[in-house]
């Protein structure tokens, strides 16, 4: 007997759970409380019960904390809710739509809305940016058309409903309550959904006339008092773990269903929109971006930056690259500058070979008269030698005689060891820093070497109108090769003249700030023709000559600072050679 009923309550039981394992639960968001719930609903649950006979749908209603757990907690296969729990819940536990309610009234994409309302006779309440510092009432936090679709609208007009409002009064449902406390001028305005204002009209419980929507806007999609853009109309979604045969039967039979109360269901509309809304007002699955953590900061900066890591990696890779090219263009180059040393180096060897030729080419050319000028100190000192001899060989040789004979060989030899020094020293090669120079000085120097070496030498006269306040920085035996240069010219140009034009003149004077030495004669000078190419190289008129005299020296005084140019004399014969030097203020 005892076996007989456990028998029975065990079938009981199987049968039981058969009957159960076609029970599909349909979470019901019941915003506006469980009667209105059941009455909004019971006619898609009892299509569905028709439709698909082999299951029992079943409408379970859950406040917003109640849905969360049930989906957490898989207990239910269905769940019917508004687009911004539904967005909510589509992050956190992957719920997906698998149709959207499409009404009489509007078009399923673009269905619900908000309307913030005052009353018709408050002045300075016209666009959303007036609430500033106003009083607001709205449903809830986390209502969708009763506050959250609005909130953004707000932000979008620079009014932080948060922190701008003097006041944001969360009053619930039902939603009739905030349009009545606008009413009665408890607060400045009102946040419901759209269409909720014309419904009360309808039946009788207010006057529209006596209100106005802020920032007045209308959508051919909705014909109601609008003051924000429309989102998509509430989703029927499946879960993660609905059976998928079940979830098709179900899309299948929802978009077949005829349409019952002015409802019946369209393809599932694109939910983006409520996306950027809660991005915007950083909420449900955008929360992070409130947080100031480093994960949070990537994840709302991060085009940001990643642009900032572009430009970085860009300016890295611009820096590595100037930086090599700095280091190529730098051995670039010092090379080039260690050739042009190299080559200014050879160049300043090759001058200075042609300057010490030009010096040996003077010399060469005064050395005949060399031989003739030396010959009479060698002349004289023979014979004040051969004198002492002769005394002393005829035993008259008094210590008066012998004293004064060797007094005139001391003096003589002197003499010719001053000649030879001053060719010496004029011969040599030498590179000499600039110093102060005393022109006159060097005048007068090149004027004794010219008479100590010619037998025939003609009058040179110095005019010196030096100034104290002048100096001039040179090399001195450079400037004298010049002078001595210009003289050889000029004595060369006025040879078989008669002998009262074979006078030279060297005058050094100030001019412009520099210092001027006009070396003057009364030669034959030079034609129109010949003038212009003096100072060219290789240009002569003389059978011996090189024609290089006068451009070596130009070269010099040019590396000086200086100019050199000639001149035929005015209202006289011959030429005048100058050349000028700067003068340099020497630092005390
Ligand atoms: P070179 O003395 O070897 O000819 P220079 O360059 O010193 O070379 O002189 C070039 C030419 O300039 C001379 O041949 C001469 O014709 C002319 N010249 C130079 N100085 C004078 C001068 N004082 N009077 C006339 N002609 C001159």
Known sequence: MTKRLVCFVALCFLMASKVFSGEVAIGVFAYQGERAAASDWSPVVRYLNQALPEHHFRLDQYDAVGLRHAIAGNRVDLVITNPGYYVTMEAEFGISRIATLDTDESHPAHALGSVVMTRADRPGLRVLADLTGKRVAAVAPEA?????????????????????????????????????????????????????????????????????????????????????????????AVTRHTDPGLAKAVARALLAMPESGGMSWAVPADYQPVHDLFRELRIGPYAYMREITPEGLVRRFWPWLLGLLAILTAWIVHTVRVEHQVHRRTAELRESLAARDQAEAKMRESQEQMEHLSRLSVLGELSGNLAHELNQPLTTIGTYARTVLRRQESGNLTPEAVTEASTEIAREAERAGGIVQRIRHFARKRLAPREPVNLAEIAEEARRLIVGMLARAPEVIIENRLTENCTVLADGAQ?????????????????????????????????????????????????????????????????????????????????????????????????????SLPCHELSA
């Open 144 to 236: 969708f058309g009763g506050y959250l679709v609005a909130a953004r609208e707000m932000l979008g007009q620079n009014v932080d409903p948060e922190s701008d409002l003097k006041e944001i009064r969360f009053v619930g449902l039902p939603m009739n309550r905030i349009i009545e406390a606008v009413q009665r001028g408890e607060v400045d305005a009102g946040i419901v959904r759209a269409c909720l204002p014309e419904q009360m009209a309808s039946q009788g419980l207010i006057r529209l006339e006596e209100f106005r929507a802020l920032s007045a806007r209308q959508d051919p999609d909705l014909p109601c008092a609008l003051s924000s853009r429309l989102y998509p109309n509430w989703p029927i």
């Open 479 to 579: 400037i004298q090769q010049i002078l001595l240069n210009l003289i050889k010219n000029a004595i060369d140009a006025s040879r078989d003249l008669p002998i009262e034009r074979q006078n030279l003149r060297i005058v050094i004077e100030p001019m412009d700030n520099r210092m001027a030495v006009h070396v003057i004669d009364q030669g034959v000078g030079l034609n129109a023709e010949q003038l212009p190419h003096l100072f060219e190289p290789f240009f002569t008129t003389k059978p011996d000559g090189l024609g290089l005299g006068l451009p070596i020296c130009k070269t010099i005084i040019e590396a000086h600072g200086g100019r050199l140019w000639a001149e035929p004399n005015q209202d006289a014969p011959g030429m005048c050679f100058s050349f």
